[in-house]
């Protein structure tokens, strides 16, 4: 990552001298990405504002608008998450004036996540279905079987053991049709911990039993 980082400012460094300013700010937001997985938060948020404002000056809506999802996604790994609920739908309504389909999909799927972490469950299990809805219209498997897993999540905090199976099991096929091996064992875990609830210690046990063996 180091790397990384050292040869983007030096780009930067360059776009800025050259007047650039889109390949300036897209060199910011792809530092500040950069940062995002390296858990950096304070500096990944300012890269993705000071981005933002670039292209806004610019008038490039769709890389504003990339920007402010990102900065959503960060508020809500940070656990605040009325400004990340204002972020990702003020994002997802320009995804959507764009026909973005796949950038509008994933706030969504976010707004879901965060609304569940709320336990409005009503509005978490509305925007996972609707992202749910657009990523199966797009054909991406990922996303589709993430809003699976979010909603058996919901199920389980409703006491809706049935239904929490049926998506944790969907979500598991979604992911097995992709190869994401670790996804697949996370949702064995998942159905093993909803069987232990409702009792099913017998399927919980082969539950946890295939998530080891994967």
Avoid: P
């Avoid at 990702?88 to 999909?105: I, M, R, V, Y």
């Amino acid at each position: 990552y180091e790397k990384a980082i050292n040869m983007n400012l030096q780009a930067q460094k360059y776009f800025k001298q050259s007047g650039n300013q889109w390949a300036q700010a897209d060199s910011m937001r792809l530092r500040g990405e950069i940062y995002y997985m390296q858990y950096r938060y304070k500096e990944a948020s300012k890269m993705f504002s000071e981005a933002q404002q670039i292209f806004q000056q610019i008038e490039n809506e769709l890389g504003a608008a990339e920007c402010l999802q990102s900065l959503g996604d960060i508020y809500r790994m940070q656990h605040k998450y009325d400004e990340a609920i204002e972020m990702l739908s003020d994002a997802q309504k320009q995804f959507e004036t764009f026909g973005n389909q796949l950038h509008a999909a994933e706030c969504l799927r976010s707004l879901g996540e965060i609304y569940r972490m709320q336990e409005k469950h009503d509005e978490a299990t509305e925007m996972s279905l609707e992202a749910q809805k657009q990523f199966e219209g797009i054909g991406f498997k990922q996303g589709v079987a993430d809003c699976f897993k979010n909603l058996g999540y919901i199920y389980v905090d409703e006491s809706q053991y049935d239904q929490a199976v049926e998506n944790f099991s969907n979500a598991g096929r979604q992911y097995q049709s992709i190869g994401g091996i670790v996804d697949v064992a996370w949702c064995y875990e998942c159905l093993g911990r909803t069987y232990r609830l409702q009792g099913q210690y017998e399927r919980a046990k082969s539950a946890f039993t295939e998530a080891l063996e994967l």
